[in-house]
């Protein structure tokens, strides 16, 4: 936790009970949670927060970089504590987000730049699939 502080600190935002409790859910799971998903999870532990509060809370974290919002075209955003650049893949059956991790695509932002006229300050990447679990139960 102590790397939420520092950045909050060093960006002089405020760091409310209700940041930390959306930051801790999302540090502990791997899932990658819509903001109804969050709210419900922590409700129970801060009864008063309304889901406009998580909504908050999230893009105050994405905006300094603490977690990755995610846009998988479902009509809403998932989030990710994993904020290192990496490309996620979603099953088509089920809906589950996993992070692909091993694979770098450092000489694509080059190649993009070289084949257009942009400087490629990042990217991101989605792949989309069966998951095991849905391919088991086909």
Known sequence: ??????????????????????????????EHPSAETIYKAIQSDY??????????ALKTLAEVHLIQEL????????YDANSSSHPHIQCLSCGK?????????????KDVSSHTDYDVISNKLYFYGICKDCKDKA
Do not use: C, W
């Open 97 to 109: 987000v996993d992070d692909i991790m091993g694979i770098t695509f450092d000489n694509l932002n």
């Open 1 to 30: 936790m102590n790397d939420i502080s520092t950045i909050f600190k060093e960006k002089k935002l405020k760091l409310t009970p209700q940041r930390i409790a959306v930051y801790k859910y999302l540090k502990s799971t791997h």
């Open 71 to 78: 846009n998988v075209g479902e009509g809403n955003f998932r």
């Open 47 to 56: 009864p008063t927060m309304s889901l406009a509060t998580v909504y908050k």
